[in-house]
């Protein structure tokens, strides 16, 4: 197995899991928070999305898909490019309204089918490239930039999982 096929696969599992977690759920389901300092499942989706296209657009040199396809429109919210979820507050996560699982589903695998495409093109040489990121020491390279978006993502698939089992109980996941 070559070195991409192997974070790719990585990639996909996180559309796996969240998949599994969110099937067949209304969003008012989505929406709900166990706690008002907790995160929502339609949250927690949008959001390792958001930070998984935020970062291979750039490590791409282009528009974020969230732009570029319209998918701000399908979430009702702003075009701004920087709005990740990254730094919210509690009442910023309370007042996000997720779109139906489709859409949300749909963004996701939309944002995975064009990391795979761009890790598949990448070398073991492109993997050392140092970011422009002086405000992290030592500069974080490509493939520490792609390695901590896997782990982001996966936590927060993780946490949608987590928080499916809070509210629907023991059993949703068909173990």
């Not at 969240?18 to 907790?38: F, S, T």
Request: charged share 25%; hydrophobic share 35%; with cysteine.
């Amino acid at each position: 197995m070559e070195w991409q096929q192997l974070i790719i696969d990585g990639y996909g599992r996180v559309l796996e899991k969240l998949e599994k977690a969110v099937n067949r759920l209304p969003q008012d389901d989505l929406n709900e928070q166990p706690h008002p300092d907790c995160n929502s499942m339609g949250w927690l989706a949008w959001h390792l999305t958001r930070v998984q296209d935020d970062h291979i657009a750039d490590l791409m040199g282009e528009e974020q898909l969230w732009v570029r396809d319209g998918w701000h429109a399908r979430f009702n919210r702003t075009h701004d490019p920087s709005d990740t979820g990254f730094g919210h507050s509690s009442e910023e996560v309370g007042a996000f309204r997720s779109p139906e699982t489709k859409t949300l589903l749909g963004y996701h695998r939309a944002v995975l089918e064009r990391s795979k495409r761009y890790i598949s093109t990448l070398s073991t040489a492109d993997l050392d490239r140092e970011l422009n990121e002086p405000w992290f020491q030592p500069l974080p390279t490509v493939g520490v930039r792609l390695v901590s978006v896997l782990s982001d993502s996966l936590q927060h698939a993780g946490q949608v999982s987590y928080i499916r089992g809070l509210l629907k109980g023991k059993g949703w996941s068909g173990v």
